[in-house]
Nanobody, 124 residues
Framework: QVQLVQSGGGLVQAGGSLRLSCAAS????????MGWFRQAPGKEREFVAT????????WYADSVKDRFTISRDFGLNTVYLQMNSLKPEDTAVYYC?????????????????WGQGTQVTVSS
């Protein structure tokens, strides 16, 4: 049984930084792709970033490119989302997700497992 347990998040002023963590367990994740998504109040959940666990190849939504960094730690089986230069429009519940495929994509319906979500609030 795959489990994704998120930590991090909270309240930060605009321009600040936060790091989200997603600890994965229950499988060997070398053949997985991992992703981060977010859902702002009143909006649909949207893609943020994805990483191919084996190679570390990454892709980002245009809205976060050059500000956010997705990474993974093999030893800890953990995926991170480092968020810098945060803006009020980044306020959302952030979710990590895992996909049983080595192909890292942005389509959330293609992800098989989800974390519990964590709130990120950026004040202006």
């Amino acid at each position: 049984q795959v489990q994704l347990v998120q930590s991090g998040g909270g309240l930060v002023q605009a321009g600040g930084s936060l790091r989200l963590s997603c600890a994965a367990s229950g499988r060997t994740f070398s053949s997985f792709a991992m992703g981060w998504f977010r859902q702002a109040p009143g909006k649909e959940r949207e893609f943020v970033a994805t990483i191919k666990w084996s190679s570390g190849s990454t892709w980002y939504a245009d809205s976060v490119k050059d500000r956010f960094t997705i990474s993974r730690d093999f030893g800890l089986n953990t995926v991170y989302l480092q968020m810098n230069s945060l803006k009020p429009e980044d306020t959302a519940v952030y979710y990590c997700a895992a996909r049983r495929s080595m192909v890292a994509i942005s389509a959330q319906e293609m992800y098989d497992y989800w974390g519990q979500g964590t709130q990120v609030t950026v004040s202006s």
